[in-house]
């Protein structure tokens, strides 16, 4: 799962149930919080909501936009079904790679 969170706010008051929820997942890539115009808060993160999903024994880590596509790819090469969760860039981040992918062909 490639997951970017939405609003500093909202991950500060679901940040538990963020870790609680993620820590499940047998992969999960975390993009940096899409503010939506919100102020950052201080310690609320992507890098300390990884380090929170790891230390409940999950298998988290930061994932930074630039190497997206070759997540991606390298996931598709393995078989595994890719789940994308966001609200702010991701959406077009996907729709850059798919149209890469479309060049390519």
């Known amino acids: 799962m490639i997951f ?3 609003r500093y706010t909202r991950t500060e008051q679901l940040f538990d149930d963020f870790v609680n929820v993620l820590k499940k997942i047998k992969e999960v890539y975390l ?3 899409y503010s939506a115009s919100e102020r950052k808060i201080p310690k609320i993160t992507s890098a300390n ?3 929170a999903i790891n230390k409940e024994g999950g298998n988290a880590e930061i994932l930074n936009p ?3 596509a070759n997540k991606i790819l390298g996931m598709k090469k393995s078989n595994k079904v890719i789940i994308m969760q966001g609200a702010g860039k991701i959406s077009s981040y996907l729709k850059n790679f798919v149209e890469s992918c479309q060049v390519k062909k």
């Open 49 to 51: 909501l990884v380090k």
């Open 31 to 33: 993009l940096e919080i």
């Open 66 to 68: 630039a190497n997206l």
């Open 4 to 6: 970017e969170p939405h």
